[in-house]
């Protein structure tokens, strides 16, 4: 019952750029506000960005101005454009719905940002 498949993620050097890819089954994305989650080891899960079906978006403060996050409703994906990544970037990237996570949280995609 994989729902969400989380991928595009790897090392780069710091001032580096990835683009994550989260490929949702069925109509998740055109019927649920998304988001992208992180979790670095030791801390809690924490909210990096999130869509409405409207498109409207919002990010926490740590990455504003840096990640870009956008859905393709026709292609069942969310993205996560991140730029001018830090070390402190570093993290296990999830995308799930919001507010209410739509099932068990995946395998994620690892994010490591190298000084």
């Known amino acids: 019952q994989v729902q969400l498949v989380e991928s595009g993620g790897g090392l780069v050097q710091a001032g580096g750029s990835l683009r994550l890819s989260c490929v949702a089954s069925?109509?998740?994305?055109?019927?649920?506000?998304m988001a992208w989650y992180r979790q670095a080891p030791g801390k809690q899960r924490e909210l990096v960005a999130r869509i409405r079906s409207s498109g409207s978006t919002t990010y926490g403060d740590s990455v504003k101005g840096r990640f870009t996050i956008s859905r393709d409703n026709a292609k069942s994906t969310v993205y996560l454009q991140m730029n001018s990544l830090k070390t402190e970037d570093t993290a296990v990237y999830y995308c799930?719905?919001?507010?209410?996570?739509?099932?068990?949280w995946g395998q994620g995609t690892q994010v490591t940002v190298s000084s």
């Open positions: 799930n719905t919001y507010p209410n996570p739509y099932g068990p």
């Open positions: 069925g109509n998740i994305l055109s019927i649920n506000a």
